[in-house]
């Protein structure tokens, strides 16, 4: 069974940087899809980013596009969510998600994920 466990969320001011960090424990799909998810409060909980196992590729929607950057550190089982220039509209609960299947970006919804983390939150506020 696997188990993402977050870690890096917190307050920072409008145009500062934080990065969120996955650990995955109990992962055993040779292929297999990870990233993020962020659901602000009222809104529905929408897919930011992604990356394919063997980092094939990466995908970001548009409103965190050129901003965020997601990396993996597959020695330790660790995705980054690097997220600079941070606006008020950024703030909410993110979430890492990972699927055990290698999806295409597009398909980067709540509908294919297997599994969840707990959410850490994240406040862009002055």
């Known amino acids: 069974q696997l188990q993402l466990v977050e870690s890096g969320g917190g307050l920072v001011q409008p145009g500062g940087s934080l990065r969120l960090s996955c650990a995955a424990s109990?992962?055993?799909?040779?292929?297999?899809?990870i990233g993020w998810f962020r659901q602000a409060p009222g809104k529905e909980r929408e897919g930011i980013s992604c990356?394919?196992?063997?980092?094939?590729?990466?995908s970001y929607a548009d409103s965190v596009k050129g901003r965020f950057t997601i990396s993996t550190d597959n020695a330790k089982n660790v995705v980054h969510l690097q997220m600079n220039s941070l606006k008020p509209e950024d703030t909410a609960v993110y979430y890492c998600?990972?699927?055990?299947?290698?999806?295409?970006?597009?398909?980067?919804?709540?509908?294919?994920?297997?599994?969840w983390g707990q959410g850490t939150l994240v406040t862009v506020s002055s």
């Open positions: 109990g992962f055993t799909c040779r292929h297999y899809t």
């Open positions: 990356i394919s196992s063997g980092s094939d590729y990466t």
């Open positions: 998600a990972a699927s055990g299947r290698l999806l295409r970006p597009s398909q980067w919804d709540k509908s294919w994920v297997d599994y």
